[in-house]
């Protein structure tokens, strides 16, 4: 049985992506991304940060709060919950379920919506700003919407205080024009940009300790879906071809000899770019 | 006949060329209404008649719009339902996508961001993995809602300015959500946007905290000015000016990047630009691995000379 600590429980979602790294392809057959290499994405990194600095900043798992790693994807993506919880996540699931492949925004945000609230309750849920592969930020605003929670999203900062009335989160969001400070009482859901925080990263006390924290593997049963909810047959669209663009090649290199701004210029004039 | 419906945020005093390309687009695929969430102005207004646009839609409370995206999102919802709407276009800037997303739960339709292209069939072509991938895509219901990147279409010639017919709608904004309690404006520079902007220069650690020889540059070539995010963590330009992974995406017909080694993360968010010069001092950079034109050398002596190059001749 799961104790229900007092405190603050916080989830945050990772995915297991391909690392940007190397090259990334998409199956030609089956039209789905190619998993090989993959690791937890980049970007949900700054969410671990921001959901480990938001308990610190209460006390931490001493005052009973508690962070818990999600994720939703193939056996490998257990990756991405390991590694959070050698950075400092209490504890982990990972929805798995061959019939989540091939998953869009929106059937994604259906299994992670069931998946929540199978685990949850949970004060606050945070995500990357968008993963790294898809690449499309539509699962934390259609996340909001499906479990009806307040979005405080792309958030540049983020401060927790507690008021009569309860918890309040308070947020700065960055657009091209103005900035914005955003309030809202939680429950909610957050996604958090990387100008937010530096991650840290696991060292070696951590990694000893993750080996004795928990993780969950749940099926898309467990979570009360049936299997034509989510992958293409739940998904709301199709891709229909995919092809490799041609790498760019490289041209013409010149070494500055002192004229190196006029060749710039005939360059430009040449392409008729001036 | 395909009704569309096109989500205009955020209205400035008149259209921007982003908007004009929306409202061509929407103008090939069928009959275009428009839906705007804040009162737009006369100018921008009698903008929107003159692409045929007859009728828009509008909260009969403005204050959806105080409701970080969950407000917009169910206006929009209410107004595709209101103009029966097949297809909905918007921007893509990262709260047109979440207005799109939320909508597209709502509406229990299919969502598709980063649109560059679209066929009259409604097949959607986009990019993936930074630019490594075109991908076709399309929506399977009923409805189908597409944020479209800047310069993807030509803006048509628009017609006679004419007022577009007000339809406002009542709109129940979601109880729980997040408020806007502050905005502050940030300054603007009179260059274009970069998302737009034909010419982009991009700086990046090697310029030092002096941008100046790049604005001249930019100003020369009529372009808006970038930055790595090395460049923007530092202070030295606004973050909004970040092209990258987590910054901007562009496009442009031609981009220098100047002082920026060219790591993945910047690479993701230009190298599908047209035409991509670099300049650094660096030979071994792997920017000049994508560069169709590569000159090592300092970029505070070759940038003024080539600024000082194009006023002479007159461009
Ligand atoms: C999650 C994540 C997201 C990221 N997102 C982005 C993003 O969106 N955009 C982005 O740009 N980066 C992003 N980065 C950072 C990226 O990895 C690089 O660190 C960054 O792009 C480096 O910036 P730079 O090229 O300006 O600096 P550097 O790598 O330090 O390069 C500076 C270059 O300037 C040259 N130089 C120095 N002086 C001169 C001179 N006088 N004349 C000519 N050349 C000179 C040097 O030779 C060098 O090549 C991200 C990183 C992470 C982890
Ligand atoms: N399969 C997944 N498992 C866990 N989290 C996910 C998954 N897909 C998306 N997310 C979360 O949603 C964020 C935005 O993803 P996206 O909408 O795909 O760009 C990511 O940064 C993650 O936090």
């Known amino acids: 049985m799961d104790e229900v600590p007092a405190g603050l429980r916080v989830a945050v979602l990772v995915k297991h992506v391909p690392d940007a790294q190397f090259d990334r392809h998409i199956d030609a057959e089956d039209l789905t991304t190619v998993r090989n290499e993959s690791i937890l994405s980049e970007l949900d990194e700054y969410a671990l940060e921001a959901a480990l600095q938001l308990v610190e900043a209460q006390g931490g798992s001493a005052a009973g709060h508690r962070v818990t790693a999600l994720t939703m994807g193939p056996s490998a993506a257990v990756g991405a919950v390991k590694k959070s919880l050698q950075i400092g996540a209490d504890d982990g699931v990972h929805l798995t379920d061959a019939a989540l492949g091939g998953s869009d925004a929106a059937a994604t945000s259906k299994a992670l919506a069931a998946l929540l609230e199978h685990t949850g309750p949970f004060d606050v849920v945070l995500t990357g700003m968008a993963s790294t592969d898809g690449e499309t930020s539509l699962v934390p605003a259609q996340l909001a919407e499906r479990l009806s929670l307040p979005q405080v999203t792309f958030a540049a900062s983020l401060e927790l205080a507690r008021e009569d009335t309860g918890w309040t989160l308070t947020a700065r969001r960055d657009n091209d024009t103005f900035a914005e400070t955003v309030v809202a009482p939680l429950p909610a859901l957050v996604s958090v940009t990387d100008q937010i925080n530096e991650p840290r990263y696991p060292n070696f006390k951590g990694i000893m300790a993750a080996k004795k924290k928990q993780i969950r593997i749940l099926s898309l049963a467990d979570v009360g879906l049936d299997a034509d909810e989510v992958g293409p047959a739940g998904s709301w669209t199709r891709v229909e071809a995919a092809a490799p663009r041609p790498p760019r090649t490289q041209g013409i290199v010149i070494t500055d000899e002192g004229d190196a701004g006029i060749r710039l210029v005939d360059f430009l004039a040449g392409q008729k770019l001036l | ?315």
């Open chain 2, 1 to 315: 006949m395909t009704a569309v419906l096109v989500f205009l945020d955020n209205p400035g005093a008149t259209l921007a060329r982003s908007e004009r390309e929306l409202l061509s687009l929407a103008s090939t695929l069928g009959d275009v209404s428009a839906a705007l969430a804040e009162v737009p102005g006369q100018a921008f207004l009698d903008g929107v008649g003159s692409y045929g646009v007859q009728e828009y839609y509008r909260p009969e409370d403005a204050s959806v719009a105080d409701v970080l995206v969950a407000g917009k999102a169910a206006f929009l919802a209410e107004a595709v339902r209101a103009s029966a709407a097949d297809v909905v276009l918007l921007g893509n800037s990262y709260e047109a996508k979440e207005i799109a997303a939320r909508a597209g739960i709502r509406l229990e339709a299919g969502v598709i961001t980063d649109v560059v292209g679209l066929d009259a069939d409604l097949t959607a072509t986009k990019a993936d993995f930074a630019g490594s991938y075109t991908v076709t895509c399309r929506v399977t219901t009923d409805i189908a809602i597409l944020t479209v990147k800047p310069n993807s279409v030509e803006a048509a010639e628009a017609g006679l300015p004419s007022s577009p017919r007000e339809i406002l709608l009542p709109v129940e904004v979601p109880r729980a959500a997040a408020r806007v309690t502050g905005r502050a404006d940030k300054p603007v520079s009179g260059r274009p946007g970069l998302a737009e902007a034909r010419v982009i220069v991009a700086g990046g650690r090697g310029v030092e905290g002096n941008f100046a020889p790049l604005e001249d540059l930019a100003d020369a070539l009529g372009g808006a000015v970038g930055a790595s995010r090395a460049a923007t963590d530092a202070g030295w330009i606004e973050h909004s000016a970040q092209i990258g992974q987590t910054g901007k995406t562009v496009s442009p017909q031609l981009y220098i990047s100047v002082g920026i080694s060219g790591a993945v993360q910047q690479r993701a968010g230009m190298q599908t630009s047209q035409v991509i010069v670099a300049v650094n001092k660096d030979a071994d950079s792997p920017v000049f691995e994508i560069a169709d034109f590569g000159i090592v050398g300092d970029l505070f002596s070759v940038l003024p000379q080539a600024t000082e190059e194009i006023r002479k001749r007159g461009l």
